[in-house]
């Protein structure tokens, strides 16, 4: 049996780390993002 402080605490644990992965994936998209951007750039010029 899980005590309620215990699971809260693992919530939070979760919470947290589904944040960074979120913050993490955003970031690797605007990269790439902006790469594909650049080289479309690069392309016309």
Request: proline share 2%.
């Given at each position: 049996?899980?005590?309620p402080s215990c699971?809260?605490?693992?919530?939070e644990a979760c919470n947290i780390l589904s944040y960074y992965f979120?913050?993490?994936i955003?970031?690797?998209l605007?990269?790439?993002f902006?790469?594909?951007v650049k080289l479309l750039v690069?392309?016309?010029?």
């Amino acid at each position: 049996m899980i005590t309620p402080s215990c699971s809260l605490k693992l919530w939070e644990a979760c919470n947290i780390l589904s944040y960074y992965f979120h913050l993490l994936i955003d970031g690797f998209l605007f990269t790439m993002f902006k790469r594909s951007v650049k080289l479309l750039v690069l392309e016309q010029n």
